[in-house]
């Protein structure tokens, strides 16, 4: 699962891996604790003119006949999502990438959860593998309505951090960015993008609660806690 993640690296960093335009819509903000239901920044191949773009998209999925958010996840499984009725229509040409330096996730204990920043090993910045769908008719005072609207897409674990949590977002490396975004990239080549083409090492570092609430955003949420 991922239900909140940071970035702090430039549009201009992630546009460059897989020569993307950056729109002038995108607010490029830095934060290090970023929840659903807001803006963030997506890439997506522009329906229109071909080109990859990297611009604003709302963080919960709504498919585009929905007059409603009841169904508006942010998540999807990667195993069963080209199956999926509310996926499988946008799984072959509507897939997006969700740049990011990390995600946060919480383990069990007991009662109480333990929140963890994951990233990969090497530290690089890198795309969550998404899928999105345009909300064009939702009622106009919701601040989704006419937005592109995209979910994360999950998998089993990494054996490094699988004591963690027992899904993680698909974490691409820079050529399965570039491979999920290819237009002639059919269903077994997804596929294989997602089980192959992801990060093989992570690492993992236990934080304070405080992340918790989207309101605290700074570099000290993402501090590791005192041994």
């Known amino acids: 699962m991922c239900g909140r993640y940071g970035r702090y690296s430039a549009a201009d960093v992630f546009a460059k891996i897989v020569d993307a335009e950056i729109s002038d ?4 903000d830095v934060r290090y604790n970023r929840p659903p239901d807001t803006l963030q920044a997506v890439m997506l191949q522009n329906p229109d003119s071909g080109a990859l773009t990297l611009g604003p998209a709302w963080w919960g999925f709504i498919p585009n006949w929905a007059t409603d958010t009841k169904r508006s996840p ?8 080209n199956r999926n009725k509310l996926f499988g229509k946008v799984f072959k040409h509507q897939r997006c990438l969700v740049p990011a330096d990390y995600w946060i996730e919480w383990q069990k204990q ?15 910045p890198f795309f969550f593998a998404g899928l999105w769908s345009k909300a064009s008719h939702l009622p106009e005072h919701h601040p989704a309505a006419g937005q592109v ?4 897409l999950t998998g089993p674990p990494n054996d ?20 999920w975004l290819d237009p002639d990239c059919d269903i077994d080549q997804t596929k294989e993008v997602l089980a192959n083409e992801r990060y093989a090492s992570y690492r ?7 992340v918790g609430n989207p309101a605290n955003d700074g570099p000290e949420i993402v501090e590791p806690l005192s041994a």
Do not use: C, M
């Not at 009662?111 to 690089?124: A, E, F, H, L, S």
């Open 160 to 179: 490094d951090i699988d004591y963690i949590h027992d899904r993680q977002p698909q974490a691409l490396t820079a050529e399965g960015a570039r491979h």
């Open 25 to 28: 819509r995108l607010d490029d």
């Open 204 to 210: 993992a570092w236990p934080i304070g609660k405080r």
């Open 149 to 152: 609207t995209f979910a994360i």
């Open 110 to 124: 007991g009662d109480t959860k333990q929140p963890y920043v994951i990233r990969p090993k090497d530290g690089q």
């Open 74 to 81: 942010i998540n999807a499984r990667s195993e069963t999502a």
